[in-house]
């Protein structure tokens, strides 16, 4: 049932949501085999939602949208795709070597789709692109591809790193001051880093 949906947390320490999106598939490097965080739609939807690209309000109109299975699964999937099409991608610019071509097709078109969903309107203020239909199913697609968008077209994309742990890899967006940035999370990877650094100290002693 619905209602019964555990709300997941992500752990959302990128400081970009499109690098957060990436961060859903946890130790992607790992002998043992990644482990999936976007199981389903619905926990799609907490992600989104904590990534504050969706309201609650919104989020439960999604959740509670007469659409089939199907049709969840096919957007999960193309959420999925956008996700490893940014990874290719974000991980080769750290690595300072060529993008993967399928990765940039990839990327052309979901940017293609979203900004295709998009219509101009007046916020009072000014113009703005937005989506009208935010409680389409694909709403979380569009989103999170125009994230992507912004980042890689923007000169933000120079500042992409990934956590200096090799049993972590995960994104980030390097705000640091100096641009020295070396851990997805300082109390997680850092910490564990310095300990085992401590140790092994010790053990030279």
Known sequence: MKSRESVKQFQLVAENSALDLVNTLDNRFCESGPDELLGSYYDLLHFVHQAELLTAAQVRKLRWATDSEPERRRVLDQVRELREALAGVSYSLIGEQALPRRSLELLQEHFLRSN??????????????????REELSAPLWLLAQEAEKLLLSKQAERIRCCASDTCRWLFLDTSKNHTRRWCDMKICGNRMKARRYQARLAEV
Do not use: K
């Open 116 to 133: 295709a969903a998009r219509q101009l309107s007046d916020n009072g203020t000014y113009l703005v692109w937005d989506w009208p239909e």
